[in-house]
């Protein structure tokens, strides 16, 4: 049985032009200790996903209005709050985009490390910011016993980071979901950064659902990739598979996108894919690609094509590929 | 924590230093003023000679050059001898100490009471900012803030005083109750509280709670509040320990600020419920044209507000750790 299996996940936010459906059936599964890349440009629903499967979305505006979030045997959605909150943190836990600002400014990052081994664990206080000290150092923090009693504000970007990852990684996970959490960094601190994800996930065997922009880290660090557009999982496919013959147009786009995809001369552009999201609020009856896709049918216009299964474990969601 | 020691120290300098600046503006607005001190103690004794004014003048040092005098003053000032008040003939540092606790309870009391429910009002409403109670939160704030203090304290009186006549609507211990113990005492001041600090407290309970209300809502928002509930941390939790601290500041910050207000404020609840404090003792000075008094009201005055900003400023370093550096 899989460690997660998300089925049918359907998110709507309200707007003030309207419904926007963000999250459209979205289906996906993670092993145990496996990692999943969930990949697509901003605005596609990859945030949204990982926040509706620990029901953390705003609500409202948003609305979790359909689907299945199996964890462990058990639905998510259908837990109370307060079961949820034991699979916080707990079980499962989340690194954000946004280092500079995840940590609370007014509390010692050892007491924020704390807090989560205290509530799920029952640490007495000090045995806590000990754990705390601990998993600094696994995080390779130099001198944790100092700088567990430090402020955020005393970290850079990258340690920041590293302060995160150390926070949700405290209560030994079954998974953690990293939602782009190289974005805000320096190129040079992504790679530690990613170097540190993997090392970890080896050591704990957590599973790790990694949530990113960038092709090259998928490439790199995941089993299984999930490519996401405009709400749906158009794509998804074991990494190699992908990466050798990518079956959706826009995954196609994206792996051609990725600078060293390709050798690129000195002065020529990178390739890039025509045209923006289109709007969810007013969502047409086709394919969502449509409008920027080279292969374009007049079947992709009139109607959403389902979601095949081309070859075992490979699931892709265009016409093209319907037989 | 040397840091700390340092700053406070620093601070407690500046405050002396504002301190000295007070009684210089004082003195020079007082002597700006038209009038000859010496024509008016002329006025009082019934009339007097030329000689006499010289007299007069040379006994209250007022033939000496300004500068002069106004040293004089400081160093009097400084050893606590503030002149003699012209309406009670007697030292006005005593009428002042006298009046101070009645005042810094009433004021204490509004301003813990403001804060207290004006921040507790605007977290409640914070949390579902749509909903039928946070409406009423923002329209009970709007009327709070929209009402006169002193309109406040006169629908008070009649209310109580008149149509449900519960409370004591003036001064601050009964007659009657005098001679009795100390728990009785406190109980009567306590009593004789409750109208004039909630007629204080209303207009700026409404103040906090929009504010807080506003701050949280904005603090909310964050990004640690997202990482704290991804910890699975309850909801009061994430809302008292993790987002309140950080809205605190703003809400400190007007609270420093607007002490000199709820001062001024207390003026005029004191006039209304006959509160034996500062303000009563002011508004005789004025009516009275009794310049010592007045002064050392100014002054005493001008020194609870550098205190309140002193707290201010420390506190802000209690709840922002990153202002401990500096």
């Known amino acids: ?323 | 924590m040397q840091r700390t020691l340092v700053t406070v120290l620093r601070r407690l300098a500046l405050a002396v230093g504002l301190v000295l600046a007070v009684l210089a503006v004082n003195f020079t607005l007082i002597h700006a003023a038209p009038g000859d001190p010496a024509l008016v103690i002329a006025g009082e004794m019934g009339g007097a000679d030329e000689a006499t004014m010289a007299t007069i003048r040379k006994t209250y040092g007022l033939d000496r050059p300004l500068h002069e005098q106004f040293f004089t003053y400081l160093g009097k000032s400084v050893r606590g001898d503030l002149g003699t008040s012209y309406t009670y003939n007697r030292p006005v540092i005593d009428l002042i100490l006298g009046r101070l606790g009645p005042t810094v309870l009433l004021v204490l009391t509004a301003l813990l009471c403001a804060i207290v429910i004006g921040t507790g009002l605007g977290v409640l409403a914070s949390r579902r900012p749509d909903s039928f109670g946070s409406g009423v939160v923002t329209v009970f704030s709007l009327v709070g803030y929209a009402m006169p203090v002193f309109w406040t304290g006169i629908l008070l009186v009649i209310l109580f005083g008149k149509v449900w006549p519960v409370m004591p609507i003036a001064g601050m211990r009964d007659v009657r109750a005098f001679g009795a113990g100390p728990w009785q005492a406190a109980l009567d001041v306590a009593h004789h509280l409750v109208l004039p600090a909630a007629t204080l407290a209303i207009v700026y309970l409404a103040q906090y709670s929009r504010l807080s209300r506003a701050s949280m809502l904005e603090v909310l928002g964050s990004d640690y509040i997202r990482t704290a509930r991804a910890k699975g941390l309850s909801d009061a939790v994430v809302t008292f320990k993790h987002a309140l601290r950080n809205a605190l500041m703003p809400i400190v910050t007007i609270a420093g600020l607007q002490f000199g207000n709820l001062i001024s404020g207390a003026v005029l609840v004191e006039t209304v419920f006959s509160w034996p404090g500062l303000g009563t003792l002011a508004l005789d000075a004025i009516l009275g044209r009794d310049y010592p008094t007045l002064l050392g009201v100014l002054t005493f005055s001008a020194i609870l507000v550098i205190v309140a900003n002193l707290i201010t400023d420390l506190s802000y370093r209690w709840i922002d750790p990153r202002l401990r550096g500096r």
Request: glycine share 8%.
């Open chain 1, 1 to 323: 049985m899989s460690l997660l299996a998300v089925e049918d996940l359907s998110v709507e936010f309200r707007t003030r032009r309207g419904v926007a459906r963000v999250l459209d059936r979205v289906s996906l599964g993670i092993e145990r200790g496996q990692t999943l890349g969930v990949v697509g440009e901003s605005g596609c629903g990859k945030s949204v996903t990982a926040l509706a499967m620990l029901r953390l979305i705003a609500s409202p505006p948003g609305r979790i209005t359909g689907g299945r979030v199996h964890f462990d045997g058990r639905d998510l959605l259908a837990l109370s709050e307060d079961e949820m909150r034991q699979v916080r943190g707990n079980r499962v836990s989340m690194i954000f985009q946004e280092p500079m600002t995840s940590l609370n400014p007014a509390y010692t990052v050892g007491d924020q490390i704390a807090e989560s081994v205290r509530l799920h664990q029952g640490l007495t206080r000090r045995e806590a910011i000990e754990r705390a000290a601990q998993m600094l150092d696994a995080v390779s923090i130099p001198d944790p016993a100092r700088r567990v009693h430090e402020y955020p504000h005393q970290f850079s970007g990258g340690m920041r980071q590293r302060v995160m990852i150390a926070m949700a990684l405290a209560c030994q996970p079954d998974l953690l979901v990293a939602d782009e959490p190289t974005t805000a960094l320096d190129v040079t601190v992504q790679a530690q950064i990613f170097d540190l994800i993997s090392e970890l996930r080896e050591k704990t065997g957590t599973a790790v659902m990694l949530i990113t922009h960038d092709m090259g880290a998928v490439a790199e660090m995941t089993d299984r990739v999930a490519v996401m557009y405009a709400g749906h999982v158009v794509e998804s496919a074991a990494v190699a598979d992908v990466l050798r013959e990518p079956l959706h147009p826009y995954t196609r786009g994206l792996i051609a996108c990725a600078p060293g995809a390709r050798t690129v001369a000195p002065g020529q552009l990178l390739d890039e894919i025509p045209g923006t999201v289109p709007s969810l609020v007013e969502r047409g009856a086709g394919c969502l690609f449509a409008e920027r896709c080279a292969h374009v049918q007049p079947r992709c216009r009139a109607e959403l094509p389902p979601h095949s299964e081309p070859a075992p474990g490979r699931t892709v969601m265009c016409w093209l590929h319907t037989q």
